[in-house]
């Protein structure tokens, strides 16, 4: 069985070297989320108890992170590092282990890949869509789209999560400011703002459902991270709190 934990943590910015850390200094924010395996305990039912866990990130990763700012280091680069403190500090494998700046961006990796983290971000933009078959009859297309086949269209605020995996290596072959840089490029700045079925060429014979939204997103980001370095592992685009889709599963 596998328990996770998230820890929050506030680090204070490391000082440029000379410079006295001031002692209101900006504050580094940051999720880990640590996975560990095990079976729990006939008596409590506990794998580990959580204060245990928490106590172990306190003590281990604040003089770590704060070490790898100093010298830019990538998050993914430093995984490997953190893994092996906290599994000798627990006294547990940790299965896996995850980064999080802040809600829109997270780093992570996990025993599947040991050599290999994943780079997620999130993305927001907004487009109007008609969902219509050419195919179909008016009243088929009523009744399978409903009011989604309105003919001026409707709007949604779309959401795209990217997950790329790079290898764990510094310097990074490809880090998230530049994961962020070609998606926008590729995938949101050709989206946001526009009538799908209208703006956007490829639309223009399929329907823009969100599967299909999902499968354009990662055809069109694909050849950009893989030159960059990493490889697009998978796109998640929601078109709702409620709907989404992912490509590939």
Known sequence: MQLSRIVRLA????????TPQARDAWMMHFELEVTITGTPDATTGYILGIQEIDAAVRATTPAM???????????????????RALGNSLGFEVARL??????LASTATDNAMPNHAVLTHRFDFAASHRLHCATLSDEANRRVFGKCNNPAGHGHNYRLETEVRVPMQDPAPLRGEEIERLTREHVVDRLDHKHLNTDVPCFSDVNPSVEAIAKVCFDWLQPAIRTAGGELVRVRVWETEKTSAIYPD
């Open 11 to 18: 680090i204070p910015a490391p000082a440029a070297s000379g």
């Open 98 to 103: 995850a980064i999080r700046q802040h809600p």
């Open 65 to 83: 992170l704060q070490e790898a700012m100093l010298r830019g280091a990538a998050p993914a680069s430093i995984l490997p590092a953190l893994r």
